[in-house]
């Protein structure tokens, strides 16, 4: 007799929470718990086969609102796919990929994800898709440092950014996400070398990486209007020789030298209309 049970009833209760972040964390050792005090979110099925009170395999679906070639475009993102090792080999993982996928195409066109192994999900229908990465020299030009560091560990900063999170606007028409900020905040706590920083002269959060060095990387902005890149360089005071940036930048009111296509791990399943496009979603998603 199986002795599993197969549930997707626990994403949001106190008991489904606790087991899926022991999961996580005891195959990927990541911490999702601190998303218990900065936000779940509530998109989040789950499906997952059960021993009793044990979570033994998951794969959780969210949503994902995408602006794509200037089209508001609902996807589903996969996430927390993992099998205890005691279980694995066993068809677990494929049985939940299938109930998941069933899921989705009945109510979107499009699943994407983000993997380092590619091989786990051709045989389901993703394809990997190439993105870009954009870049250009800095000019020295006069700048007005205003801006704060945000921690994650203030409750006003949370609040804070949460309030323009409900008032962003998207990055990109040709390729950008305004999803929950729940994977943006998990990122922003377990990635120390990169910075929140608020911009209050133009009501934006950006994220960067490197700002003490020759070269900066700009990873995301989150504001109700999209700054220019020189607004945002100059607010910060960077006096760097280099700008790298990790968005699509055609709302950024500049033109990069260089475009340097990347394997950033994405994978589609279904229509997504920038692929033929230089583009770069987000990678600020743990
Ligand atoms: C990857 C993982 C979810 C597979 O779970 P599983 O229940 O053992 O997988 P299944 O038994 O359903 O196998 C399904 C198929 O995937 C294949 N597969 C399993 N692990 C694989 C891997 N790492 N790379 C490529 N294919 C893999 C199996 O060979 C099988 O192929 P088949 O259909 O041709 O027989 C599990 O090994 C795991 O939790 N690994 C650690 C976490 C992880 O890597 N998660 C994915 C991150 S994106």
């Known amino acids: 007799m199986n002795p599993l049970v197969f549930r997707s009833d626990y994403a949001h209760s106190r008991e489904g929470l606790s087991e899926l972040t022991r999961l996580i964390y005891d195959v990927f050792e990541v911490d999702v718990s601190p998303l218990d005090r900065l936000g779940h979110d509530p998109s989040v099925v789950a499906f997952g086969w059960w021993l009793g009170g044990q979570l033994v395999a998951n794969v959780s679906l969210y949503e994902r609102r995408l602006w794509l070639l200037g089209e508001q475009v609902q996807a589903f993102g996969v996430q927390s796919v993992a099998v205890r090792p005691e279980w694995r080999g066993k068809g677990l993982f494929r049985d ?43 000019a020295p030009k006069p700048a007005k440092p205003a801006y704060r560091l945000l921690t994650l560990a203030e409750d006003r900063d949370v609040a804070l950014l949460k309030d323009l999170f409900a008032r962003r606007s998207p990055t990109s028409q040709v390729a950008s996400a305004c999803d929950h900020p729940a994977l943006f905040m998990l990122m922003a706590v377990t990635a120390p070398e990169m910075e929140l920083i608020h911009l209050s002269d133009l009501d934006a959060v950006v994220a960067v990486e490197g700002r003490q060095e020759t070269s900066m990387t700009l990873l995301d902005i989150v504001a109700p209007s999209i700054p220019s890149l020189d607004a945002i360089v100059s607010a910060l005071g960077y006096a760097g020789e280099r700008i790298e940036v990790h968005l699509t930048p055609d709302r950024l009111s500049w033109t990069p030298e260089r475009e340097t296509r990347i394997d950033n791990g994405h994978m589609v399943r279904g229509v997504f209309s920038p692929e033929a496009h230089p583009f770069m979603l987000s990678g600020m998603q743990i």
Do not use: N, W
């Not at 898709?129 to 800095?138: D, G, H, K, Q, V």
């Open 96 to 138: 939940l990929m299938r109930r998941a996928l069933s899921y989705a195409d009945a109510r979107a066109d499009l699943v994407i994800l983000g993997t380092g192994t590619p091989d786990l999900y051709t045989p389901f229908g993703f394809r990997q898709i190439l993105e870009t990465t954009f870049s250009a020299s800095l």
